[in-house]
């Protein structure tokens, strides 16, 4: 995963005033991008927010700061935050832990679009971490990254193959195990698709 980039925000020269001391804050997932829910802050919450790395609200029901996950434990760790162009919105970008929405789902708009790719590899991830048994990718990672690289080839061959004498669909599939099998390579290494995608931003143009 990336590290965590706090923009250095003016508190200041947010406009404040326009909502009785309230900014609308849109949470988004750090890495699929995915709309999580929509909050607000008021200062103390703002500061709160910058100062613990935990993304924190003003409850206007409860008229008090309101930590995301205080009861729960799904907090959202911040990663970024930065403003719209007339300063009365935040945009948070930040890493959930457990579902969002007090309806048990990632987000609290279900359709909110997202990188699959990207929450593929967040996944990938967690069960790196946590390697659950019976997971596919858990035995992946226990065969150590000789048996993962193997399997990329043999996956890439596969893909190739279909390209030339498959239809479709057998093309697609394969495509997708061969992605799979490449972000689990990645994680193996220690790298993310992030790291991927920055070597791929550099060689624009």
């Known amino acids: 995963m990336t590290q965590a980039i706090v923009i250095d925000i003016d508190t200041d020269a947010l406009a404040w005033q326009k909502q009785e001391g ?3 804050a849109i949470v988004q997932d750090a890495d699929s991008l995915r ?3 929509l909050g607000y802050m008021d ?3 703002l500061q709160a927010t910058l100062d613990s790395g935990k993304v924190t609200f003003y409850s206007r029901s409860k008229q008090r700061l309101w930590m995301k996950g205080e009861t729960s434990g799904d907090v959202l760790d911040l990663v970024r935050i930065e403003t719209d162009c007339d300063a009365d919105t935040l945009l948070v970008q930040a890493r959930p832990h457990g579902p969002t929405c007090h309806l048990q ?3 609290c708009f279900p359709s909110a679009p997202c990188d699959g790719l990207a929450e593929l590899d967040a996944l990938i991830a967690a069960r790196e971490r946590e390697r659950p048994v019976g997971s596919y990718t858990t035995r992946l990672f226990e065969g150590g990254v000789r048996g993962i690289a193997q399997k990329v080839g043999e996956e890439g061959v596969e893909t190739a193959l279909a390209g030339v004498v498959q239809d479709d669909r057998a093309l697609l599939g ?3 195990d061969l992605l799979f099998h490449l972000l689990v390579l990645l994680r193996a290494r220690g790298l993310s698709l992030e790291d991927a995608k920055r070597v791929l931003e550099s060689r624009r143009g």
Request: hydrophobic letters at 60%.
């Open 22 to 24: 309230l900014l609308p």
């Open 35 to 37: 709309v999580l829910m």
């Open 43 to 45: 200062r103390e919450a």
């Open 105 to 107: 789902r990632a987000s």
């Open 174 to 176: 394969e495509a997708a």
